[in-house]
């Protein structure tokens, strides 16, 4: 039942940083495995960043090194930073979750969806 909500996403400029957030309303995170993904157009659906219960994280290969994942448990958020974005950043990003873990970064693992918010990198 849980419903989680993202939100940050826009349109920003090649090099430019992005922050996204997702709220989690039944569920706490330091409770459960949480990742974030992304759909572009025409593509499937990628993991780009994981993280377990305990904080331990994980990164696509695609973003490491420019995104970190972290959360605020007393809010009850995850947060995907996004440095340096570039063209190959445009998609829409989802957040996902499960009680049960360990997790990796296929969607098929995840119950529990956002319904996305959109990022555009353009210049």
């Known amino acids: 039942q849980e419903q989680p909500e993202e939100s940050g996403g826009g349109s920003v400029k090649t090099g430019g940083s992005l922050r996204l957030s997702c709220v989690f309303s039944r569920l706490s995170t330091a409770a459960i495995c949480m990742a974030w993904f992304r759909e572009a157009e025409g593509k499937e659906r990628e993991g780009v960043a994981y993280?377990?219960?305990?904080?331990?994280?994980r990164y696509a290969d695609s973003v490491k090194g420019r995104f970190a994942i972290s959360r605020t448990n007393r809010m009850n958020t995850l947060y995907l930073q996004m440095n340096n974005l570039t063209r190959e950043d445009t998609a829409r990003y989802f957040c996902?979750?499960?009680?049960?873990?360990?997790?990796?970064?296929?969607?098929?693992?995840?119950?529990?969806w956002g319904r996305g918010t959109q990022v555009t990198v353009d210049s």
């Open positions: 996902a979750a499960d009680e049960w873990c360990p997790k990796g970064l296929e969607p098929h693992e995840y119950p529990y």
């Open positions: 993280m377990d219960r305990s904080g331990a994280v």
